[in-house]
């Protein structure tokens, strides 16, 4: 693996999100003199919050994955994750709500649910189920093996048995294929591959790789730390604080100052400069912000999201912590959203209602509901529409999907609400998002693995290195916290926690 050369004893962290946080505790936790800097009010970037009238919403991730990662990243300061955080497990990880007006609860007991899955599909499906979620968790140890958990410098660095063993179980055939010959039942089909949209890419043009989006969820559970998903990153800048990284909040990096082949201090725009032997960026255009630096030649860009949050004074009965809302259109949808540049005209939808676990996030008698609505996004040679006027169309969409939600079961939800964010494809691009998607670079073949930017550039100043979602591993929590891990190892080595 490539390293940092030189010095490294100062490193500034461009970006106090999980991936900023990730890389900070682990040179922290490898001794090194830590800054984080960020524009922002306080830690977390895209897992964000935001407080009004008693409802706290997080306007960010609502599934929280591999909760090990965040104890790892917290082992790196010597301090254990229950110290820190209360995660709660969700018996039911999802309600998948089918069109046809019928209802699957995944449980994270692997019983229970081939169970539920008997009653609704019949026992040759169930069956099925027990084999497949097999299949997946042996599929992400392949993955985790080969590209997923570790830096990489070339293709080649994937030549180990695990690629053969992954391509002998079907990981490089099309996922839309996958999932057919595993279930008969189009129900199961959509929940095991609806995930693809979480790597931006359609189930039917990726691969049966990202079958494995599914195992972090429901094949390994999903939890919900009490006070939000905003309290893993304020957990984790606290946790870094107390080892000793410096945080700066509303300090905005507007260039790195370069000496020779490396970067020698961070600028920020008001004026201050923090000398650095080492830098790690964390935002999504890096090569706006690292001189020499260059992004992928042809980038293709994820599906964006219309997220809707939502403070209401009703109890919404009976309605799930996490329902995905499927809509009778299917392949149309993701033809729609990756090529027509079009809103879906049937949406699917995840709808997140954390405080039906946690009372701490609303009032008594109300509820926290987010909304998330996969749309295009605005780049056109990523399928997107640059001509969706957002402005306009946005409130008409918000009104669609409170519509839509009444329609399906969350009745009474549009008169009840007392609190609301909307942030559509075009505030995503005036947050400096590229393509008005907060997803990134899509999980294409040519843009996963090796293929995908490093952590550490070839082109530009020796001692930058990269973290987060444009870079290797990829999009969502799990991955920018390993990212911020590998990114870490590219200037200390890599480190046994
Ligand atoms: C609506 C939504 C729903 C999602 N749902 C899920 C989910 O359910 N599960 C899941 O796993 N993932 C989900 N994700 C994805 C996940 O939130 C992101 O992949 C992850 O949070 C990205 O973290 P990051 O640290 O890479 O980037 P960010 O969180 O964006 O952090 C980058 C930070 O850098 C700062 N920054 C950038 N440029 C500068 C600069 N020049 N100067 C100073 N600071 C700068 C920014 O202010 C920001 O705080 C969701 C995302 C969104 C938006």
Same mark, same amino acid.
């Given at each position: ?59 960010? %991730?609502?599934? $929280?994955?591999? =909760? @090990? !990662? +965040? #104890?790892? &990243? ?6 254990? *994750? ?72 070339? %293709?080649?660095? $994937?030549?180990? =048995? @695990? !690629? +053969? #063993?992954? &391509? ?6 099309? *996922? ?81 100052? +370069? ?239």
């Amino acid at each position: 693996m490539r390293t940092v050369p030189g010095r490294t004893e100062r490193v500034v962290v461009v970006g106090a999100g999980l991936a900023g946080l990730s890389a900070a505790l682990r040179l922290r936790g490898a001794g090194r003199e830590v800054t984080v800097v960020d524009r922002g009010t306080g830690p977390g970037g895209r897992a964000g919050r935001v407080e009004h009238s008693g409802y706290s919403l997080d306007t960010g %991730p609502s599934v $929280l994955t591999a =909760p @090990e !990662l +965040v #104890a790892d &990243a917290l082992g790196a300061v010597g301090e254990k *994750l229950e110290d820190r955080l209360t995660l709660l497990p969700l018996a039911t990880t999802y309600r998948a709500q089918f069109a046809d007006g019928s209802h699957l609860d995944v449980h994270a007991d692997p019983d229970a649910f081939a169970a539920e899955v008997a009653e609704l599909c019949g026992p040759a499906e169930a069956a099925a189920l027990r084999r497949y979620l097999a299949d997946l968790a042996e599929l992400y140890r392949l993955q985790l093996a080969t590209f997923i958990d570790r830096n990489l410098d070339s %293709p080649m660095d $994937l030549l180990r =048995p @695990e !690629l +053969v #063993a992954l &391509a002998r179980r079907g990981g490089f055939r099309r *996922l839309s294929r996958h999932v057919e010959r595993a279930f008969a039942d189009e129900r199961l089909r959509r929940l095991f591959s609806f995930q693809a949209l979480y790597a931006g890419v359609s189930p039917y043009r990726a691969i049966a790789a990202y079958a494995v989006i599914a195992q972090l969820d429901i094949g390994a559970g999903v939890w919900h730390p009490v006070g939000g998903i905003a309290a893993v990153p304020r957990a984790l800048a606290a946790a870094a604080a107390h080892a000793g990284v410096a945080f700066r909040y509303g300090a905005a990096v507007g260039r790195l100052e +370069v000496s020779g082949r490396r970067v020698s201090g961070v600028l920020l725009d008001d004026g201050d400069r923090l000398a650095a032997d080492a830098v790690v960026v964390t935002s999504d255009a890096p090569h706006s912000l690292v001189p020499g630096l260059r992004g992928p030649r042809r980038p293709v860009y994820s599906p964006s999201c219309v997220a809707l949050h939502l403070g209401v004074r009703s109890e919404l009965p009976g309605q799930a912590h996490h329902t995905i809302s499927f809509g009778a259109a299917w392949e149309e949808v993701f033809g729609e959203l990756t090529r027509d540049g079009r809103p879906m005209t049937d949406p699917s939808l995840l709808v997140s209602m954390p405080s039906r676990t946690d009372r701490s996030l609303a009032p008594d008698g109300g509820q926290v509901l987010s909304v998330v609505a996969p749309t295009p996004n605005l780049d056109p040679r990523s399928g997107g529409n640059p001509d969706l006027d957002w402005a306009v169309l946005g409130p008409h969409y918000r009104d669609e999907l409170v519509g839509v939600l009444e329609a399906r079961g969350w009745s009474g939800l549009g008169g009840a609400i007392e609190v609301e964010e909307l942030v559509t494809p075009a505030d995503w691009a005036a947050r400096g998002m590229a393509a008005g998607t907060p997803f990134a670079l899509a999980h294409t073949f040519g843009q996963t693995g090796p293929f995908r930017p490093s952590t550490l550039p070839r082109r530009g100043p020796e001692n930058v290195v990269l973290a987060g979602s444009s870079v290797q591993p990829g999009v969502g929590v799990p991955m920018v916290l390993i990212s911020g891990r590998l990114a870490a190892e590219r200037i200390t080595g890599p480190v046994a926690v």
